[in-house]
Each structure stands twice: as structure tokens, then as C-alpha cells.
């Protein structure tokens, strides 16, 4: 009797507690309006396509636990769709966004809202289209705290400030694309890089709109920082002041301290920063880390931080004082991109697995696309050819008449074919002289098939085909263990001996070192079709990507739940 009332009362105490996380929990509903406003950058003013008004847009503020139905109203004149970048939509693809991929983009006045649950998810997120090159200004900031009542696993900052770096080109970025597109060269690099869409101090009619964080002295801040760059790997660093790294892409990691970040393309890192320097200005920086051998945009965009105490200058020159610049490594400093990425360690012991039922190895790079005619305006690539890229020679061709997702789900044939090789179809040097053979990749819409929960391994081999480049890629739908990388060809007889298998970093945004290999492993838990796919907008234009296919497992909580009714016609 005194075991079963024992029972009774932590059963109760369970429930309590099961309410009252319910009761925690909150629903937040939004419309995001897709429409053209006028922004003035750089001396001129574009039509850019934004959010309610609002570039860059709405940062969206949830907890742990928490749902949203986010309804997106088109009033622009392209289809759009969003992604909501790291989210893991268990069992819930038809929110995640990439168009032709889980869903049919959403036409000019027509909408869609996108219905989700944060489920065991917290820290620093974002949301973008993922419609051609709409997002270098469709962006914002999703940022997810711990439920209430759980503690971060460090010291409490005083107050977050969102970063977001990015990309602005002096004209419209579609007319920039489509220009690429026709020609089959690479597009042309952007005009200025970002802070909270300021261009910053170094840029022509840029001053007044540099942006400003005040900070008083001792004061320790979290600095969400969001790479939202369409092209371009950045560093960023703060003059006179230490980071502490505290977490990446959504994931804590084992706090260490560094002067400069480096992050790709879709990454996220969120540092500490204390105000601990004499009271002044100090410039943050962001600037390129180009590892290609390739055209970049060699700029540097600045914000300014700002001690609420700064003094002033006197006399006939008053005024603000001049902000200290900070000491940032050469566009390609290599060895400081990945001393950074090397040091990066989960914050606790990480739940690897430790057996691999898929073992895939797959090659990403450029190629190129021979032409009939070399003199063609439609074949400005290298010697009369067109930019391509690929993974395994493989050129993933988006679909038109329906989304994968769509097609997967109704058993609708020729959409796409599950015949996605697990290996290169031909082995070869892949960060050597490469044969001129092996440039031209085959183009495709090509999936690859995972059983539910199967523990799965990939290792991404960069190539040296046309350039080797750390390419950041992006796997949709899951977080994955970055448990080893290196430089060369990867050795599958002598390199796993070096795996972490304990605290690797937990990702969804991985770079592969420029000429060498990264190894990531995940458990295939959520069923649905998912996109991996190098966040390098001009990359995927031109094929870097394919699509797994999860199967379902067994009963409802493991299968694929029904697309909602709203989801845009194809």
C-alpha cells in the first residue's frame, strides 16, 4: 500500500510537471508580407523585396517547446518560399521551405502559412527564402531561448545582440542572377557587405546608417552572429576585445576564446563578449575568407560598439573619437579559418553513433558544361564553357511540375529517381590534376534512400576540379556530428582512426576544408524528403546538391504526417 501511494504521488508530481511545461509553452502567429520597398544603399535606391517593410526582417523571439504559424502573404512579383533554417520539422517537411523540393513555391498573391513546433531545439536559428536569389534580402533572425526555468550551460549575458551579416549588390540580386544564368559564367560578386543591412563606414553614402551598440563598461553581451552572405565565407572580429564561443548552428559547444570567427554561409555562432576595454568606440568587421581561386568582393563592412561613456574630442575637431579597427586575417588565411573550426568541441558528451549502417562518400565541387558552340553568349564560363557543380558528378536539376516531397508522398513517377550514387561512379585523385574528362557532370534530379533510424555516415571530399573551395553544406531537417576533417584525400584505411567520437561539434552547416574532406554523422530519425545542398547560392544554382528520401518507420510518430490543405499548388 505504501509503494502504491509512493507511486500515486510521483505520478502526480510527472503530471504536474507536464502541465505546467504545457502551460509554458506559447503559440505565436504571424503574417510575413512579401513586398517590394524602396532601400537606399551605397548612394542608390532599389525596389528591394522584404518583409513587412522590413530589411533585414523580423526577428522572431520563441522558446523551447513553443509552436508558430507563420502565414507568408505574396505581394512581390516572383514565387517565394521560406526555409527556417536549422529547424528540424520532425515528421513535418511541408514546413520546411525549399522550393520544388518540400513544396511548390507560393505565386504572386497567393499565400501560405507555415505551421511548426520547436521541439528540443534552443540558441541562435534563422529563416530565409529559399527561392532562387530572393534571399539576399528575404532574412531574419529566429532566436530560441531555453524553456523557462532551464539555466544556459554558461554564465547569464546581459542582454542578446543579433548580428547579421550580408551580402548587397547595386542592383536587383534577380537581374544579377539572371544575367549568370544566361551567360554561363559566374555571377558577378556583390557590391558591399552588411551588418544589420548597413553597409558601414568604408562604403560610399554608408556613414550615417552605421549601426551602433551601445555597451557599458563590464557589461557581458551574447553576440547572435548569423552569416546571411549569399556567396561568401566571412571573418568577424571586434577591435581590442575577446570572444567567447558558446555555441554554433543551435548546438552549445565547450567555451573557448578566440579574436576572430570564421562562418559560412547558413552558419550561426553565438560568442560572449565583455566590455572591458577603455571606454571608446570599437569597429566590429566582417570581411571575406575566399579559399577559391576565384573573383570575390574584397570589402569589409562595420558597426560600431560603442561604451555608453566613450569620451568625446575637444576643442576646434569635436566630436565622437574615431573607432579602433580590428586586426583581421587576409581573405585567405586558411590556416586561421580552420584553427577556428578545429577548436570547436560539444559542450557535453555527444550522442554519436558509434555503429554506421550507410556508409556514403560523396564528392563536391565545380565542373563545367561543354558547348556545341564555345562562342555562344550563352557559354562565357572558362574557355567557352558554362559554370556547373556537383556532388558524386551528379548536377541536381530542380523540378518544375511538382515538389519532391509532393511527388514521394503520392507516389507521382518521373519527378525524380532514387538513383543517387553512394560513392563517385569513378574513383580518381580527387584534390590532384584532375582529367579534363571528369570536369563535365551529369545532370539530374537524383535522390537517395535512408530506412528509418539507420545511422548514417558521409564523408564530403572537396575536388580540385576548376578550383578546391570550402563549400559550406546544409542538410536539412537534422543536426550532425562534424567528427573528423583534413586536408588531402581522405584515407578510409587510416583517417577514421582519428574520428572524434566523444565531443564533436553538432552542426547543420559544415565547410569542407579547401582541398581536403569533412566526416559527419547523424541518426536518420525524421522521415520526409530533405535537401543537402552548399549554401552557396551561386553553387546550388548550378547543381551542388541532392535530396534524401527517409523512409517512414513504424506507426504514426514515425511516418511523414499528412501536407496540409493550404500548401500551394503546383
Known amino acids: 500500500m505504501e509503494s502504491l501511494r509512493r507511486f500515486s504521488f510521483v505520478s502526480f508530481i510527472a503530471l504536474l510537471a507536464y502541465f505546467a511545461f504545457l502551460a509554458s509553452a506559447e503559440h505565436h502567429v504571424q503574417q510575413f508580407v512579401i513586398q517590394p520597398r524602396p532601400v537606399k544603399r551605397l548612394c542608390r535606391t532599389h525596389q528591394s523585396i522584404t518583409v513587412n517593410g522590413q530589411f533585414p526582417g523580423p526577428t522572431l523571439i520563441v522558446r523551447n517547446g513553443d509552436s508558430l504559424a507563420i502565414t507568408v502573404?505574396?505581394?512581390?512579383?516572383?514565387?517565394?518560399?521560406?526555409?527556417?533554417?536549422g529547424i528540424r520539422q520532425l515528421r513535418n517537411p511541408w514546413a520546411d521551405g525549399p522550393?520544388?523540393?518540400t513544396q511548390c513555391p507560393i505565386r504572386p498573391g497567393q499565400s501560405y502559412t507555415y505551421r511548426f513546433k520547436i521541439e528540443d531545439q534552443e540558441g541562435t536559428l534563422w529563416w530565409h527564402a529559399h527561392s532562387r536569389w530572393l534571399r539576399a534580402t528575404v532574412y531574419g533572425a529566429l532566436i530560441i531561448y531555453p524553456r523557462l526555468g532551464s539555466p544556459y550551460p554558461f554564465s547569464m549575458p546581459k542582454r542578446d545582440i543579433p548580428i547579421l551579416l550580408g551580402e548587397w549588390w547595386d542592383r536587383n540580386p534577380m537581374d544579377v542572377l539572371r544575367q549568370a544564368q544566361f551567360t554561363g559564367a559566374a555571377p558577378n560578386v556583390s557590391d558591399a557587405y552588411t551588418i544589420n543591412g548597413?553597409?558601414?563606414d568604408l562604403y560610399r553614402c554608408s556613414r550615417a546608417g552605421t549601426i551602433r551598440f551601445p555597451i557599458f563598461p563590464g557589461e557581458t553581451v551574447q553576440l547572435r552572429v548569423i552569416n546571411a552572405a549569399m556567396n561568401q565565407e566571412l571573418f568577424f572580429s571586434v577591435a581590442n576585445h575577446q570572444f567567447t564561443v558558446v555555441e554554433t548552428d543551435s548546438a552549445y559547444t565547450k567555451p573557448f576564446t578566440t579574436s576572430v570567427i570564421m562562418i559560412g554561409p547558413g552558419q550561426t555562432t553565438n560568442v560572449l563578449l565583455t566590455a572591458n576595454q577603455r571606454p571608446g568606440r570599437y569597429y566590429m568587421a566582417a570581411r571575406a575568407y575566399n579559399s577559391a581561386n576565384a573573383p570575390f568582393d574584397n570589402t569589409t563592412t562595420t558597426a560600431i560598439l560603442q561604451y555608453?561613456?566613450?569620451?568625446?574630442?575637444?576643442?576646434?575637431?569635436?566630436g565622437q573619437i574615431a573607432p579602433v579597427f580590428p586586426v583581421l586575417p587576409g581573405f585567405n588565411d586558411t590556416a586561421t579559418a580552420t584553427a577556428f573550426t578545429n577548436r570547436l568541441r560539444y559542450w557535453k558528451r555527444a550522442q554519436v553513433p558509434q555503429q554506421v549502417d550507410e556508409n556514403l562518400f560523396f564528392t563536391v565541387g565545380l565542373g563545367l558544361i561543354n558547348c556545341s558552340n564555345p562562342n555562344s553568349p550563352r557559354c562565357q564560363g572558362p574557355n567557352g564553357t558554362r559554370f556547373a557543380a556537383s556532388m558524386n558528378n551528379m548536377s541536381f536539376v530542380l523540378p518544375r511540375s511538382n515538389s519532391v516531397m509532393q511527388a514521394y508522398y503520392q507516389g507521382t513517377p518521373g519527378i525524380f529517381t532514387t538513383d543517387f550514387p553512394?560513392?563517385?561512379p569513378v574513383q580518381f585523385d580527387y584534390t590532384g590534376n584532375v582529367s579534363r574528362g571528369l570536369w563535365q557532370p551529369i545532370k539530374g534530379t537524383k535522390a537517395y534512400k535512408l530506412k528509418y533510424k539507420a545511422n548514417v555516415q558521409i564523408v564530403l571530399q572537396d575536388t580540385s576540379i576548376v578550383t578546391p573551395e570550402n563549400h559550406p553544406m546544409h542538410l536539412h531537417g537534422y543536426q550532425f556530428y562534424v567528427i573528423g576533417s583534413g586536408f588531402g584525400n581522405f584515407n578510409p584505411r587510416t583517417d577514421p582512426a582519428r574520428f572524434?567520437?566523444?565531443?564533436?561539434?553538432?552542426?547543420?552547416?559544415?565547410g569542407t576544408p579547401p582541398g581536403g574532406w569533412v566526416a559527419i554523422?547523424?541518426?536518420a530519425d525524421n522521415p520526409g524528403a530533405w535537401f543537402m545542398h552548399c549554401h552557396i547560392d551561386s553553387h546550388l544554382g548550378w547543381g551542388l546538391a541532392m535530396v534524401?528520401?527517409?523512409?517512414?518507420?513504424?506507426?504514426?510518430?514515425q511516418s511523414v504526417q499528412a501536407p496540409p490543405l493550404d500548401l500551394p499548388r503546383c
Open 308 to 318: 555608453v561613456n566613450a569620451p568625446t574630442r575637444r576643442g576646434r575637431g569635436r
Open 73 to 85: 502573404i505574396n505581394r512581390a512579383r516572383y514565387n517565394i518560399s521560406i526555409h527556417w533554417h
Open 500 to 510: 572524434n567520437l566523444f565531443d564533436p561539434p553538432e552542426r547543420n552547416t559544415i
Open 422 to 424: 553512394p560513392v563517385p
Open 99 to 101: 522550393e520544388y523540393i
Open 548 to 557: 534524401f528520401l527517409v523512409e517512414n518507420g513504424r506507426g504514426q510518430l
Open 198 to 200: 548597413q553597409p558601414g
Open 521 to 523: 554523422r547523424f541518426v
